[in-house]
């Protein structure tokens, strides 16, 4: 059996770990097959004492006996934490509040987007010593947004012809679903990059490649719309106007002046490929930590020093790589079928975890693992996107480096209702009225993801004044996303 296995039957990192592989090697010398081995190693694991005389398994015995599993041990005092907004769900507060009680975690923060997740709820953001928690990264691991501004004219959406254009390029340079992907592959250096890091990525590999370019599903789009710029956003703007790094290799300028221009949003992730890494990682998690209580499973975390730990962080940043390379394709490819060039783009990514430095509300500072679960990076001069719905504006910004909540904003609106609910509580006829009303064209959607689904952008941003400042709005005009059940068109 090779370690992977072996640790995820939950034999700890470590000199037990390495005493297992031993004992295998003893196994296979004594002729024991590999399908009896497994069971043998289980029943050391759950009775050590029994295998103290055993000729192959007695060092492993005495080391599990010596060190056995403890119980769930929380914090003394939950991990201090803030809440922005009003009338937050309240189960999205308890899921923030239960991370808290995690003895690896330091501080807490909770966006005015939040709504329940697994574990850790999506706005939540988790600051945590030497540990990594997958769940509190989430499945579509480094999902972000992107956006670039183009040489043509806003013009181009009011006119059917024009904007015709647009919806061809959209059409033929993406693509939308769970399974979506491109027969003829696109090419990025992200390619190039060391996939063998884990072995989920490694096997993962060429469905990635073939998924490079792709939209997804759920709340993931494409859309054409108005960017406008104000005299008084340049103002906010400051040096936020110079080029900045995505951390993963990709500069990006936004320093244009005042006016309305066309522009091009995504938001999409790491695919298929960041969900299986989470998938395998986050229950390896839970086996390691059986001593969990329930309500705090999806909360089993990895420590950084051990193989798991080291494994799961590398796959995370590949997915990182990734996620910006699938935006970059799209981006891209339409960009160029369109015959234009992007003036300007902005990027910005949450679902992930960062090491960063941060002073805790005792006045110690840190070096800490913050986990930003559909949260955006909001340091001071950092920019980023936070959208709305498919019929309200998103926002361009500019964070102010809060530490009360560990430098992070929304990363939308944040849902009020379940797909289910959605899907019973709305019809296309009525919001095709209030599509039309603002001016916008979908071309398809599912019912889970009309306006109606979502909070108040407006009252969001304003819960989050001392967190960012809004350097630009941008209007949809024409959206794309999974035609999952009813479709939004005629």
């Avoid at 006119?159 to 647009?166: E, I, K, T």
Wanted: with cysteine; net charge neutral.
């Amino acid at each position: 059996m090779k370690a992977r296995e072996l640790a995820n039957l939950g034999i700890p990192d470590g000199e037990a770990l390495r005493l297992a592989v031993r004992a295998c090697a003893r196994a296979a010398q004594a002729g024991i097959a590999k399908e009896s081995l497994r069971a043998m190693m289980q029943g050391v694991i759950e009775n050590p004492q029994g295998y103290l005389q055993d000729p192959v398994f007695d060092r492993l015995a005495a080391e599990l006996a010596e060190k056995p599993r403890t119980g769930f041990v929380e914090r003394d005092e939950p991990a201090p934490w803030k809440s922005w907004g009003v009338d937050l769900e309240p189960e999205s507060v308890d899921q923030m509040a239960r991370a808290c009680r995690l003895p690896i975690a330091a501080a807490g923060a909770l966006m005015p987007d939040a709504h329940v997740g697994y574990g850790l709820p999506i706005g939540g953001v988790l600051a945590t010593r030497n540990a990594v928690v997958p769940y509190a990264v989430g499945v579509d691991i480094a999902c972000r947004m992107r956006l670039s501004v183009l040489d043509l004219p806003p013009a181009m959406l009011e006119s059917d012809h024009l904007r015709a254009r647009l919806e061809d390029a959209i059409e033929k340079e993406t693509r939308f679903g769970i399974g979506a992907a491109f027969q003829r592959k696109r090419e990025h250096k992200v390619l190039d990059s060391d996939w063998r890091i884990s072995h989920i990525t490694a096997q993962h590999k060429d469905k990635a490649w073939s998924q490079l370019g792709t939209s997804g599903s759920g709340n993931h789009f494409v859309e054409f719309g108005v960017l406008t710029i104000t005299d008084e956003d340049i103002s906010r703007r400051g040096s936020a106007a110079a080029e900045a790094d995505s951390g993963f290799g990709s500069g990006w300028r936004f320093d244009l002046p005042a006016g309305q221009y066309l522009a091009l949003l995504s938001h999409s992730g790491s695919r298929g490929t960041g969900a299986a890494v989470c998938d395998y990682y986050s229950k390896l998690a839970m086996k390691q930590r059986p001593e969990l209580p329930k309500d705090l499973s999806y909360l089993a975390w990895l420590d950084l020093d051990s193989e798991p730990g080291r494994e799961y962080w590398n796959a995370m940043n590949l997915m990182g790589e990734y996620a910006a390379a699938n935006h970059e394709c799209i981006h891209r490819h339409i960009v160029r079928a369109l015959g234009a060039e992007a003036v300007a783009y902005i990027e910005n990514h949450h679902n992930f975890a960062w090491k960063e430095a941060h002073t805790l509300p005792d006045g110690t500072r840190e070096e800490l693992v913050v986990h930003r679960k559909g949260a955006t990076p909001a340091g001071a001069g950092v920019l980023g996107v936070i959208p709305g719905s498919m019929a309200t504006p998103g926002f361009v910004v500019v964070g102010r480096g809060s530490e009360a909540s560990l430098k992070s904003a929304s990363h939308g609106a944040g849902r009020v209702m379940s797909r289910t609910k959605a899907k019973q509580s709305f019809a296309w006829g009525n919001v095709k009225r209030e599509l039309a009303a603002a001016g916008v064209r979908v071309m398809s959607a599912g019912l889970d993801e009309v306006p109606g689904v979502y909070k108040d952008i407006h009252k969001v941003m304003a819960q989050q004044r001392d967190l960012v400042d809004v350097i630009g709005r941008f209007d949809p005009r024409l959206v794309k996303m999974s035609p999952e059940g009813e479709r939004a068109e005629d």
